[in-house]
């Protein structure tokens, strides 16, 4: 879906997120009460469910929710293991439902940290710990596995194959949750546009968000396809990057605990998408 990053409008995005508040809508029916400042997230639910202070219904829908948007990074990690294209999908699949039926996400208090780091923890022990009887879970073979699409198999591979001769297996992975991230943010924000009756907007100015094989219009050039004012435009597309940006930290927050954490999880993200 998404092939590419403009990095210095990628650092300038995340830099000014890392300044500005955004509202991240609650986890409806949770139970868990949290910071007015930092309502109740994926994250925070799951968190709660491993202090026995949510139902675990609850945390295992959060849980899964979280999975299917970072399904890349985890798929990326293992193929950087060696496995083949089909074993690396059966094991991701089956290490969601090892997440499940063990309900690793109860471990999370002694585990602290952020989502991305509990995540990757618990791969590297379940490929490491696992046996093969275990691990090796064929597809169709009666585990309740999150749903796949062609597309997002293919956007995996597509995305191992460009990250995997540029750093160790680390790297890799947190590389690929950066851009999984960057899709989500893309993702809720057209969402938003969309419940706005502003769909066709939001897709002539996504261009300028996101690389592409031919560079951006100029604003003079699109004002006049979109029958605008050129300052009208240059209005649109500045509210479309603040949108932007909210939408960016509304993600994080889903995957961290308190509100520090988003800004560390922002500069850390930051750091892989520059290579700084």
């Given at each position: 879906m998404?092939h590419?990053?403009l990095?210095?409008?990628?650092?300038c995005?995340?830099?000014?997120?890392?300044?500005?508040?955004a509202?991240?809508?609650?986890l409806?029916g949770?139970g868990?009460r949290?910071?007015d400042?930092?309502p109740s997230?994926?994250?925070?639910?799951i968190v709660?469910?491993g202090?026995?202070q949510?139902?675990p219904?609850?945390?295992?829908a959060?849980l899964?929710e979280?999975c299917?948007?970072y399904?890349t990074?985890?798929?990326?990690?293992?193929r950087s293991?060696g496995?083949?294209?089909e074993?690396?999908?059966?094991l991701t699949q089956?290490?969601f439902?090892?997440?499940?039926?063990h309900?690793?996400?109860?471990?999370?208090?002694?585990?602290?940290g952020?989502?991305?780091s509990f995540?990757?923890?618990?791969?590297k022990?379940f490929?490491?710990?696992?046996?093969?009887s275990?691990?090796t879970?064929?597809r169709?073979?009666g585990q309740?596995?999150?749903?796949?699409?062609e597309?997002?198999?293919?956007e995996?591979?597509?995305?191992?194959q460009t990250?995997?001769?540029n750093?160790?297996?680390?790297w890799?992975?947190?590389?690929?949750?950066?851009?999984?991230?960057?899709?989500?943010g893309l993702?809720?924000?057209s969402a938003d546009?969309?419940r706005?009756?502003?769909?066709?907007?939001f897709?002539?100015?996504?261009?300028f968000?996101?690389?592409?094989a031919?560079?951006?219009?100029?604003?003079a050039d699109l004002?006049?396809?979109?029958?605008?004012?050129?300052?009208?435009?240059?209005?649109h597309?500045?509210?479309l990057?603040?949108r932007?940006r909210?939408?960016?930290?509304?993600e994080?927050?889903?995957t961290?605990?308190?509100e520090a954490e988003v800004?560390?999880e922002?500069?850390e993200?930051?750091?892989?998408?520059?290579g700084?």
């Amino acid at each position: 879906m998404l092939h590419g990053i403009l990095i210095s409008l990628a650092a300038c995005f995340f830099s000014a997120v890392l300044i500005q508040t955004a509202e991240v809508k609650t986890l409806a029916g949770n139970g868990c009460r949290h910071s007015d400042l930092f309502p109740s997230t994926h994250w925070s639910v799951i968190v709660a469910a491993g202090r026995s202070q949510v139902d675990p219904q609850t945390a295992q829908a959060a849980l899964a929710e979280l999975c299917q948007t970072y399904w890349t990074p985890l798929y990326t990690f293992v193929r950087s293991r060696g496995y083949s294209v089909e074993d690396a999908q059966d094991l991701t699949q089956s290490f969601f439902a090892y997440l499940i039926e063990h309900k690793i996400y109860a471990r999370v208090d002694r585990q602290k940290g952020r989502f991305r780091s509990f995540l990757l923890a618990a791969l590297k022990n379940f490929l490491a710990n696992a046996s093969d009887s275990e691990r090796t879970l064929k597809r169709g073979g009666g585990q309740k596995f999150l749903p796949l699409h062609e597309a997002q198999i293919d956007e995996a591979e597509s995305m191992f194959q460009t990250h995997s001769g540029n750093g160790n297996e680390d790297w890799i992975f947190d590389r690929s949750w950066a851009d999984a991230l960057v899709n989500a943010g893309l993702e809720r924000l057209s969402a938003d546009y969309k419940r706005e009756a502003r769909e066709k907007l939001f897709n002539e100015l996504r261009i300028f968000l996101i690389s592409g094989a031919e560079p951006p219009p100029t604003y003079a050039d699109l004002a006049v396809r979109l029958g605008m004012a050129e300052s009208t435009l240059r209005s649109h597309v500045t509210r479309l990057r603040a949108r932007y940006r909210e939408a960016l930290r509304a993600e994080v927050r889903q995957t961290v605990d308190t509100e520090a954490e988003v800004e560390e999880e922002l500069h850390e993200l930051l750091c892989v998408l520059t290579g700084s």
